[in-house]
């Protein structure tokens, strides 16, 4: 505890007391309460013009990547309500592809400034200083400083009618890693790899891990796995 902070009894916030928050605080706070979440860059590119012009390299911060099965890979991204102009999404239902790149710390500043209402002809790579990397898989740009890369297809999106945001449902059809950071197991070591994780809207950490824990069974404690040799 910090020597500043004196002890208390828990502040107990109901419905109505979050209702009242004023927007921001009330985004910072809703934001905050689902823990750390995984901190990405997603790399989109707008369809070439008619003339055969190139489309607009894109570039956005999100935090809202998620695990949906292992086999198809499948991962699910929520985008917030396309109430106004999201280039990101836009472009992933325009091309159908997009790439998910793991922040590390020492693009951190960058990243953030993603999330900048930057123009649609205008190139958050170039703006920001990162660089976009395409293979012959994923037409869409990598972020060639980011360590831990994925490139997805389109496979399903879903407006959510609660509050009118979209799930998108992707599949992973490429995985750009250094090897010494996946273990025989098939385990992918984000911490060494450096991956930065998000708490509320504007914090970023980097993580400890405590333990990896063997598979649970029933009638047998967890046990701690080794680390991995190096």
């Not at 502040?11 to 209702?19: G, L, P, Q, R």
């Not at 910072?28 to 689902?34: K, P, R």
């Not at 489309?55 to 911060?61: E, F, K, R, S, T």
């Not at 891990?209 to 991995?228: D, S």
Request: some cysteine; charged content about 20%; glycine content about 6%.
């Amino acid at each position: 505890m910090n020597k500043k902070q004196v002890k208390a009894d828990p502040k107990y916030f109901n419905a109505s007391d979050i209702d009242n928050m004023e927007q921001r605080v009330r985004a910072n706070f809703i934001n905050s309460l689902s823990g750390f979440k995984s901190g990405n860059l997603i790399g989109t590119r707008s369809p070439s013009s008619k003339d055969g012009t190139r489309g607009v390299d894109n570039l956005a911060i999100v935090s809202s990547v998620f695990h949906i099965g292992a086999h198809p890979p499948l991962l699910g991204m929520i985008m917030r309500p396309h109430t106004v102009p999201r280039d990101t999404l836009q472009n992933i239902k325009d091309t159908g592809e997009y790439t998910i790149n793991h922040i590390c710390a020492s693009i951190v500043e960058k990243a953030h400034w993603a999330s900048a209402r930057f123009d649609p002809q205008v190139s958050e790579f170039e703006e920001i200083g990162l660089t976009p990397q395409t293979t012959d898989q994923v037409k869409a740009p990598y972020v060639l400083e980011s360590r831990i890369k994925l490139g997805m297809q389109v496979q399903d999106i879903q407006l959510l009618a609660i509050n009118q945001t979209e799930l998108v449902i992707g599949q992973v059809v490429e995985v750009i890693v250094e090897p010494y950071w996946v273990s025989e197991d098939g385990y992918v070591d984000i911490e060494a790899a450096g991956s930065v994780a998000i708490s509320s809207l504007d914090s970023y950490h980097l993580s400890h891990r405590i333990a990896r824990l063997g598979y649970a069974k029933t009638n047998e404690k967890p046990f701690i796995m080794p680390p991995k040799e190096t």
